[in-house]
């Protein structure tokens, strides 16, 4: 019987990102090692992030651990990258960083609204400060729509 471990979990979940971003980059110009091209370092990381991630699937598979999985805060951080995706889009940065807080807040059941709210403020001001004012990106607080 195999047991579902966190460790087989998270491996799947590397072995599905290595292959999509090997797969992307693919389409991109390789080039050669001595003039690579745009494809060459995301092909050559994305394999060997395959490979780890195949090799940890084996080694789980093989010595599986007593621990089982933890959905909640797995599942809150996948929301809260996909969450933060849509709200940057959409909304702009402010609300991103606070969509990102507030679903990731959820992972922790002992995490109250009073401190998400003072970090995703505090995260907020500093992403600003880095983004549009120090490295002078262009990136809208608030915007409503594509």
């Known amino acids: 019987m ?8 998270v491996a799947t979940l590397l072995l599905v990102i290595g292959v999509a971003a090997f797969i992307i980059a693919l389409g991109y110009d390789f080039g050669t090692a001595f003039q690579m091209g745009p494809g060459y370092f995301p092909v050559v990381l994305s394999g060997l992030l395959v490979l780890l991630a195949f090799s940890e699937i084996i080694s789980s598979l093989l010595h599986p651990e007593a621990n089982p999985v933890e959905w909640r805060p797995m599942l809150a951080i996948l929301a809260a990258i996909a969450g933060f995706a849509v709200a940057m889009l959409l909304f702009g940065m402010v609300p991103a960083f606070f969509v990102v807080v507030g679903l990731a807040a959820l992972s922790e059941k002992r995490y109250g609204w009073l401190p998400a709210l003072v970090l995703a403020s505090v995260t907020c001001l500093a992403a600003y400060l880095l983004f549009s004012r120090f490295l002078g990106m262009s990136m809208p607080l608030f915007q409503w729509g594509l």
Do not use: E, H, N, Q
């Not at 195999?2 to 979990?9: A, D, G, N």
């Open 2 to 9: 195999i047991t579902l471990s966190l460790r087989l979990v």
